[in-house]
């Protein structure tokens, strides 16, 4: 297991980045997951039985020094990183025209400038290994809605992920965007009640991700977009 895969996982303690988490484990990966809650850390490790190749980080994917430790923690405990998940990230869930202010600066630095800080400490473990950047999106990235700021914020997602490809790809690096539609996780709990409809789940974003992880040396899949099937835009 001393040279198996490393991922790194932003929010990995819930939600999709707790289900990729515990697939890459599962294929024998080791795997970092960093996330802002001691306790919902510590909760999802005593799910899992404490594996030997888990390792939970308490920290805020918007603070670079934060990030910059993370990297630092697992590079340390593991010797390597081969993938990272830019997963953190939520809603506020109202609009521009009617919505409150004093939660949309956080939303805006964890959505947008996580990302780019997890790129940016990562790089050059991800350099040497070769390795992939994974960018959790959303459809809401891709298609325009009503005052919708989380979409504007998921929108710079979409140009962040082409534009640290055409930087990255001369590295040996590959980066894929995962831009997932409606799926049932913790990300609703804040709106107080999940959406009408069919939803995915984040297990089945979690196999699209694991699929981008395991391409062939020399593949870089880009964009991937996921609906549940009667999600109509």
Do not use: C
Not at 90 to 110: I, K, Q, R
Not at 181 to 200: A, I, K, N, Q
Not at 202 to 207: C, G, K, P, S, Y
């Amino acid at each position: 297991m001393t040279d198996s895969p490393v991922a790194l996982i932003t929010g990995g303690g819930s939600g999709i980045g707790a289900a990729v988490a515990r697939r890459l484990l599962d294929a024998g990966q080791r795997v970092a997951v960093t996330g802002r809650g001691e306790e919902r850390l510590d909760a999802f490790a005593e799910e899992l039985g404490r594996p030997e190749g888990l390792l939970t980080i308490v920290g805020h994917a918007a603070e670079y020094d934060q990030v910059s430790a993370a990297v630092e923690t697992t590079l340390k405990s593991f010797g390597r990183i081969d993938t990272v998940l830019a997963n953190a990230g939520f809603a506020t869930h109202d609009t521009v025209a009617d919505g409150d202010p004093a939660g949309w600066s956080e939303m805006v630095l964890t959505n947008v400038l996580g990302p780019a800080l997890l790129v940016r400490a990562s790089i050059d473990a991800l350099k040497e290994s070769r390795g992939r950047i994974v960018l959790i999106g959303s459809v809401a990235g891709h298609v325009n809605t009503p005052g919708n700021l989380y979409g504007a914020t998921k929108w710079a997602v979409t140009g962040l992920a082409e534009n640290t490809r055409r930087q990255v790809t001369e590295f040996g690096v590959g980066v894929t965007l995962v831009s997932p539609g409606r799926v049932e996780t913790p990300f609703w709990d804040s709106y107080g009640s999940l959406p009408p409809g069919h939803l995915l789940t984040a297990d089945q974003i979690a196999d699209s991700v694991v699929w981008a992880i395991g391409q062939p040396k020399g593949v870089d899949v880009n964009t991937v977009v996921v609906r549940p099937i009667g999600q109509p835009v």
